[in-house]
């Protein structure tokens, strides 16, 4: 049963339904398909009157995937806003693991595809590096350890950090991530990974030698993209192990986080699950 701090939460979130349906909609219901505003209502579907096409509130929306109610969505969604890991749900909602699971993931998705669409190019001072993300596994260590995920990361210093999921750091991988999402003249800062050396035809490039033990160098260091990649891996760490197949799900979710880390994330993340959800 939902205990005490439960009920009190309950009494704080919005009323859900009217709550959705606000975000969802704005002021005035229109048909999804042509926008026409003229509809027939039928119970709790709608038809519209120019192209007969029959619907709910969210119709097409990440919402639609859920089979519980919406006020337990609200709740769960307050929870990951929080951080709570979905084992950890049972001590405030009744819901089963599967389903926080499920539902926590489609969070997930929304924010993944919103983060694909919004997506801005950065410009400026940039900070570049990559890291491995995985547990401590025995056999080798390093760039050539097994089972671990490897991270390409592109910081605005004082601004957003873009994450990309890679296979290797050989600058074929690299530099095409860097030209799509990065302006031409930017001031580029790396370490001394020779898969950089390109970038001086880009812009101004800086670089700080690791090898040397060189990790502040006047205004040139990396420290802000590898701040970020220390913030990521502690936030995954109470998840108690990410899955492979999601694991660019959760990157995402840690970017959006610090992106936003100066914003309220429920209603954001609300208004994402009342978004049409993308084809595919």
């Not at 606000?22 to 209502?41: F, H």
């Not at 220390?230 to 979710?253: I, N």
Request: with cysteine; hydrophobic share 35%; net charge positive.
């Amino acid at each position: 049963m939902p205990n005490e701090h439960t009920i009190s939460l309950a009494a704080n979130l919005p009323k859900s339904k009217r709550f959705f349906v606000k975000l969802r909609w704005g002021g005035r219901r229109v048909c999804p398909r042509c926008g026409e505003r003229k509809l027939w209502r039928s119970n709790r579907r709608f038809r519209c009157s120019r192209c007969r096409y029959p619907f709910s509130d969210f119709t097409g929306t990440y919402l639609e995937r859920f089979r519980i109610p919406l006020n337990q969505v609200a709740h769960l969604l307050y929870l990951f806003c929080l951080g709570v890991p979905a084992y950890r749900t049972r001590f405030y909602l009744t819901c089963s693991l599967s389903t926080t699971q499920k539902v926590f993931r489609v969070i997930r998705e929304a924010i993944y595809n919103a983060s694909l669409q919004e997506m801005e190019s950065l410009s400026g001072e940039l900070e570049l590096d990559e890291s491995l993300f995985g547990g401590k596994k025995k056999g080798k260590r390093g760039w050539g350890a097994e089972g671990k995920k490897l991270v390409f990361g592109m910081y605005q210093q004082n601004g957003k950090v873009i994450t990309f999921p890679v296979p290797n750091r050989r600058s074929a991988t690299l530099m095409p991530l860097i030209l799509e999402h990065t302006k031409r003249g930017s001031i580029y800062y790396t370490d001394d990974f020779k898969g950089y050396g390109v970038l001086s035809f880009r812009g101004k490039h800086q670089r700080v030698l690791h090898s040397k033990e060189e990790y502040v160098s006047g205004r040139t260091h990396i420290n802000g993209i590898e701040g970020f990649f220390s913030y990521a891996k502690t936030w995954l760490y109470h998840y108690r192990g990410v899955p492979s197949q999601y694991f660019h799900l959760y990157l995402k979710e840690t970017e959006s986080r610090f992106n936003h880390r100066d914003k309220d994330l429920f209603p954001l993340i609300a208004q994402l699950l009342v978004n049409p959800v993308p084809d595919r």
